[in-house]
């Protein structure tokens, strides 16, 4: 079987990244990261990449003219890596409509919210200050609005007494790094067919997507 | 320990009602329904508090000149039975500032999706055509907004491939008839303090508080 070509976009510390990097290199979805491309030269992603042997590639943004302009060297870079799938994971840049058509469909993000809810900046901030008791992550394919594409998968956490952003953001990110992979193992597998707003997956026997998807509710009666 | 009054004020078939009354007679939560109110002959919610031994009284709403109106005979009936704590449970009436500022944050409702995510009318069939992959339930305190009042208790469910809206509606509605109980409890035992928009509850040690709000993600790595 052929391997699924990521590009992985991250302005962070990439832990995201990470999982996915760990996952394609313990077989358990049918991808590999072609490249990792970063704004910036502080990102550790851009360590993590090259650890992993992965190529590496630092693009700062300081240098184009313009988001557009920008974007078109995403976009040479991707595609001289020959890339299938773009994953944002914690690239802090907004990205335009060149980017947009260049990989239409094709670019996933994910967000540390049960969308749609909370869309945008701060969303843990946004999900404490809604007072909400349960939260979580969405991945998402990326379209031309804010968080707004359609929802491929999502986990939920409780939010607990006593939480802060720190503490909440937290127990979202091991989400995360549970869903990303996930998402990239239904895409890779061909198990993902998108329908206007609604993204079917096509489920097999036995197989534990149920489950990552679904937060089994066993608390006792009161 | 005295038991906390409620009132309960129903239009359908009172499945949550239901809920209420069985936790009650069970002793599961330190609280007695004092009087179940439906504005529709029909509510099978009558038919449920008359067996359960409990005030069943009918208050048709075309009776009424205005909504305000209306509210002032529901407030007459509730006050006439020393309800402390309102509980709309498929109460398919607006109600109106007369009704809030006579129980100003004594009155809960529960709503089919985890809000602040689809408000209003048709809830499950909005999460549906906006493709989440959880939904769930949520108790809230009213407020003058819809859907809008500080958040008790909510609960996830999945969404599975080949949902409709019945079937998602049902599995949200086992939900309900968790949280609800669980928010009164809460409540009667004085655990419930509002702070802005948001609800601050007291945990106790080994209490399943925490399960029923935590959607406990078990998944496997993908």
Same mark, same amino acid.
């Given at each position: 079987?052929?391997?699924?070509?990521?590009?992985?976009?991250?302005?962070?510390?990439?832990?995201?990244?990470?999982?996915?990097?760990?996952?394609?290199?313990?077989?358990?979805?049918?991808?590999?990261?072609?490249?990792?491309?970063?704004?910036?030269?502080?990102?550790?992603?851009?360590?993590?990449?090259?650890?992993?042997?992965?190529?590496?590639?630092?693009?700062?943004?300081?240098?184009?003219?313009?988001?557009?302009?920008?974007?078109?060297?995403?976009?040479?870079?991707?595609?001289?890596?020959?890339?299938?799938?773009?994953?944002?994971?914690?690239?802090?840049?907004?990205?335009?409509?060149?980017?947009?058509?260049?990989?239409?469909?094709?670019?996933?993000?994910?967000?540390?919210?049960?969308?749609?809810?909370?869309?945008?900046?701060?969303?843990?901030?946004?999900?404490?200050?809604?007072?909400?008791?349960?939260?979580?992550?969405?991945?998402?394919? @990326?379209?031309?609005? #804010?968080?707004? =594409?359609?929802?491929?998968? %999502?986990?939920?956490? !409780?939010? $607990?007494? /006593?939480?802060?952003?720190?503490?909440?953001?937290?127990?979202?990110?091991?989400?995360?790094?549970?869903?990303?992979?996930?998402?990239?193992?239904?895409?890779?597998?061909?198990?993902?067919?998108?329908?206007?707003?609604? @993204?079917?997956?096509? #489920?097999?026997? =036995?197989?534990?997507?149920? %489950?990552?998807?679904? !937060?089994? $509710?066993? /608390?006792?009666?009161?």
């Amino acid at each position: 079987m052929t391997k699924l070509r990521l590009g992985v976009l991250a302005s962070g510390t990439g832990s995201n990244l990470q999982s996915i990097l760990d996952a394609c290199a313990q077989g358990r979805i049918p991808a590999q990261v072609a490249v990792v491309i970063s704004n910036l030269t502080s990102a550790k992603a851009l360590d993590r990449a090259r650890e992993a042997g992965v190529r590496a590639i630092l693009l700062p943004h300081q240098l184009s003219p313009s988001r557009e302009a920008y974007d078109e060297q995403l976009v040479s870079v991707l595609r001289e890596h020959e890339v299938e799938l773009v994953c944002l994971a914690g690239f802090m840049r907004l990205i335009t409509p060149v980017l947009l058509r260049a990989f239409e469909n094709r670019i996933l993000n994910i967000h540390p919210a049960l969308l749609p809810s909370f869309p945008g900046l701060h969303a843990v901030r946004q999900a404490l200050k809604a007072g909400v008791k349960i939260s979580g992550c969405t991945v998402h394919v @990326v379209d031309e609005g #804010t968080d707004t =594409g359609p929802i491929l998968v %999502q986990a939920a956490v !409780p939010v $607990l007494e /006593g939480d802060d952003e720190e503490s909440l953001a937290a127990r979202i990110l091991a989400q995360e790094h549970r869903c990303y992979p996930w998402a990239l193992r239904l895409w890779a597998e061909g198990r993902v067919a998108l329908e206007g707003r609604r @993204v079917r997956i096509a #489920t097999a026997r =036995g197989d534990p997507t149920r %489950q990552i998807l679904s !937060p089994a $509710l066993q /608390g006792e009666q009161p």
